[in-house]
Structures are given as C-alpha cells and as structure tokens.
C-alpha cells in the first residue's frame, strides 16, 4: 500500500491524517510520523502499519496520562483505569505503566502519604476507614499500612476523632444523655474508629 497523501488535522494540530492508495486509512501523531520518517509515495507493509499504530497507540496513551496526572497525584489503579476507559489495548497500558515508574510519575507510597493528608485536612476519619479508601484506591495493604503507621499515630486519631465528635455533638437535637453517648458511639465507629478510641473520646467528653 502507498501513502498518497498526508493531510493535517483541522481540529488537532499534532495529528496527521494518512492516505492509502487514495482513501482516508488512520490518523497519526506529529511524532509518529516522524520517527518513522513517512513522507508521500512511501509503500507500507501490513506489519509496518500495525507497528506504527502501536506506536501511535502508546503515544496517545502516554499523553491521556500525563493529562491526567496533571490534576493530581494517581495511584497505578486509577492510571490503568483511565488507559482502559480509552480503550487501549493490555499490552500497550503495561508499557506506559513501566515508562511512568521508570521516571517515577507513578509512585503509590507518594500518592498514599498526599491522598492521607488531604483527608485529613478535609475528611477526618479512623485508620480504619482510611485504610478502606486507600485499599480502593488500588493502593496495596503493606503500602497502606505503612503509610499509616508512619503518619497518622494514635494520638494524631484521638485528635481526629475529638474535633468529628465536637462537631457532630453540635448538630444533636437534645436527648437524654445516654442516648447522646449511644448516637455518639456509633457515628466515630462509622467514621472508621476503633472501638477503644472511641470510648475513650467519649469519655474524656464528660470529663
């Protein structure tokens, strides 16, 4: 097959639109195209197409997750979920994960330690709750674990669950004092706290 003619996009500036033997084939990056050096008149074999589109594939890929990551920091998860909802193929989602670890773009301890702080900042919860966010991130268990157990101390806890049960006594309508404890109880226990820290909390909340 001979390319008969390269025509750029209108609406994409770095894509290229490639013709065979007279009709529209595929559209390719600027790069692509230039790496393979294509030029009009060139004869492309069946494998040399699949090859370049491959390479176009990874490119394409390569750019929806700098994109991505550009808003903040992603877990390897949510990077292979975003290749994958772009319909990208098994292989070429593997290769891009590799080239983003290699220039550590991907690093779930760093995006553990940022995604920890910003709950904390704006979601107070117990280890336990956090931890289950952070699993469903796609961060793994030891990952979480040590995470956790370098940042967010019991004493770091106690606080968290000080400042939830201060704000949560707030919006209370008034009670008897043993159904307050009650009501109290269940909600630090839903916000991910253990059962010892929140008895505790509760209880230093009489004193």
């Known amino acids: 097959m001979k390319i008969t003619r390269i025509e750029k996009q209108k609406k994409r500036s770095n894509r290229y639109n490639i013709f065979l033997d007279g009709e529209f084939a595929f559209g390719l990056y600027d790069d692509t195209i230039l790496k393979y050096g294509l030029r009009t008149n060139d004869e492309l074999s069946p494998?040399?197409?699949?090859?370049?589109?491959?390479?176009?594939?990874?490119?394409?890929?390569?750019?929806?997750?700098?994109?991505?990551?550009?808003?903040?920091?992603?877990?390897?998860?949510?990077?292979?979920?975003?290749?994958?909802?772009?319909?990208?193929?098994?292989?070429t989602i593997e290769k891009i994960i590799k080239y983003l670890r290699e220039l550590k773009y991907l690093d779930d301890e760093l995006f553990s330690k940022m995604y920890l702080q910003s709950q904390l900042l704006n979601k107070p919860a117990g280890k336990r709750l956090l931890k289950m966010k952070m699993l469903e991130k796609g961060i793994s268990k030891d990952t979480a674990d040590k995470i956790l157990k370098e940042n967010y101390n019991e004493e770091d806890e106690i606080k968290a669950a000080k400042l939830l049960l201060s704000k949560y006594t707030k919006r209370i309508k008034k009670k008897d004092e043993k159904e307050i404890k009650k009501k109290c109880f269940q909600y630090l226990i839903s916000r991910g706290f253990d059962f010892e820290i929140a008895k505790q909390v509760i209880g230093e909340s009489d004193d």
Do not use: H
């Not at 494998?47 to 176009?56: G, H, L, S």
């Not at 700098?66 to 990077?79: A, D, G, H, N, T």
């Open 47 to 91: 494998d040399r197409i699949n090859e370049m589109r491959e390479e176009d594939e990874y490119t394409f890929g390569k750019n929806v997750a700098y994109k991505f990551l550009s808003y903040r920091q992603r877990s390897e998860k949510e990077i292979r979920a975003k290749l994958k909802e772009k319909k990208i193929q098994p292989a």
